[in-house]
């Protein structure tokens, strides 16, 4: 698998982590809001699992917590009419910065000493 599908998997874990967090807000009635918890982490960390496969553990995990992060403060704005002031604009620029020098630095194996 090629990393852009490891990173296409690390998007939507995040996405569907910030999907939780929005269901159990939103959702009105308990049996629902849980279903809709529950459903949604699942398929995070399937994505996450997936995205594993391809990418190592620090890109995986920082990719997707980058996709939660921005994913959740552009909901907030969007749904519950949260504001969104230039430091959280900031933080998300430098976030995904990191994010693309992750992607972009190589990896060295460890020899193995035995």
Do not use: R
Not at 62 to 81: C, D, E, M, P
């Amino acid at each position: 698998m090629a990393n852009g599908g490891g990173y296409g998997w690390a998007l939507a874990a995040g996405c569907n982590a910030a999907f939780a967090a929005i269901s159990a807000k939103f959702f009105a009635t308990l049996p629902l809001k849980y279903g809709m918890v529950i459903l949604f982490n699942v398929t995070m960390w399937g994505c996450y699992v997936n995205s594993l496969k391809a990418l190592s553990s620090l890109q995986a995990t920082v990719t997707n917590f980058a996709a939660n992060f921005i994913s959740s403060g552009l909901a907030g704005y969007f749904l519950f009419h949260e504001p969104l002031p230039s430091k959280w604009f900031a933080g998300a620029s430098l976030i995904i910065l990191g994010v693309f020098i992750l992607s972009k630095s190589s990896i060295v194996e460890k020899q193995n000493s035995d």
